[in-house]
């Protein structure tokens, strides 16, 4: 098992930055893939960014050039920088460790989900 925790969100205004973190622990050894998802209110969920353990990454169209996701794995750690934030990037952000194939992460782990706002 994998424990993923999520913390860094809150609020902010358009144009401004956070920054997400999240550790995992627990069965580490297992963890290929680690990255970031969104669900905002009723939309489907939908991958941000995600990044192999070779450092290989992918982005969503929405916000590649505005976000930047990093992993430490000895920490067992991801983080997704925010930038030049938007209206529209408001939702619930989930940590996911996983398989990466493609860009995209499969099976896996989710953390708790941790919300963003940003407003107008």
């Known amino acids: 098992q994998v424990q993923l925790v999520e913390s860094g969100g809150g609020s902010v205004q358009a144009g401004g930055s956070l920054r997400l973190s999240c550790a995992a622990s627990g069965s580490t050894s297992v963890i290929h893939g680690l990255g970031w998802y969104r669900q905002a209110g009723e939309k489907q969920r939908e991958l941000v960014a995600a990044?192999?353990?070779?450092?290989?990454?992918n982005y969503a169209d929405s916000v590649e050039g505005r976000f930047t996701i990093s992993r430490d794995n000895r920490k067992n750690t991801v983080d997704l920088q925010m930038d030049s934030l938007k209206p529209e990037d408001t939702a619930v952000y989930y940590c996911r460790a996983g398989r990466y194939h493609g860009g995209t992460l499969s099976g896996g782990y989710w953390g708790q989900g941790i919300q963003v706002t940003v407003s107008s």
């Open positions: 990044m192999s353990s070779g450092g290989l990454s």
